[in-house]
């Protein structure tokens, strides 16, 4: 028998300690309950029973630690268990370029100039740039859109669509 999914496994045990397997509305657990679900979730990566692909997780100890932001993660993003929401990130795109070898560079480069460093502006316009460019595009169908707002997109090229950079939220502090 093959080892369950990580949210298979987290369903399993969730349904397990709740004593039901159909959760109409989003699942809140109480301190104990999640201490159970937990419980039951360290044992079944140690016993293997759930698949773990990480090479970093193989003590209990590590186990430990992994498994309370596992159960969050699938409870906020599993439909079974949140109600049959689709899943909205708070920050989404926060994490555009995390993974880029490049803008990690440049970044390291920057810690290691010191503040007056005249080649610091230099490092600091390679990282805007880098940035810029890994930043996801959205394409707006402008002929889609009501006439009478069409234009407030931009240009469009001849198939209709224009192409722009998504603009990163900015948070307004509110008095």
């Known amino acids: 028998m093959s080892a369950l999914s990580q949210r298979a496994g987290v369903f399993a045990a969730i349904a397990a300690v709740l004593g039901r397997s159909s959760f109409p509305q989003a699942v809140v657990l109480t301190d104990d309950q999640k201490e159970q679900v937990h419980a039951i ?9 759930i698949e773990l692909k990480s090479a970093n997780i193989r003590t209990r100890e590590a186990i430990i630690k992994y498994v309370p932001g596992l159960v969050n993660n699938w409870v906020r993003k599993d439909p079974n268990l949140n109600g049959n929401q ?3 990130p708070k920050n ?7 993974g880029d070898e490049q803008l990690k560079n440049l970044k390291a480069l920057l810690a290691t100039l010191p503040s007056g460093d005249p080649n610091r502006k230099a490092v600091e316009d390679a990282i805007q740039a880098r940035s810029a460019e890994l930043v996801p595009k959205l394409t707006i169908q402008v002929n889609a859109l009501p006439e009478h707002l069409r234009h407030l997109a931009p240009a469009a090229d001849d198939t209709g669509k224009a192409v722009v950079a998504k603009q990163p939220i900015r948070r307004v502090a509110t008095a």
């Open 41 to 49: 979730l360290v044992e079944e990566f140690v016993a293997g029973r």
């Open 92 to 98: 989404p795109g926060s994490r555009t370029g995390s």
């Open 86 to 88: 689709k899943y909205q």
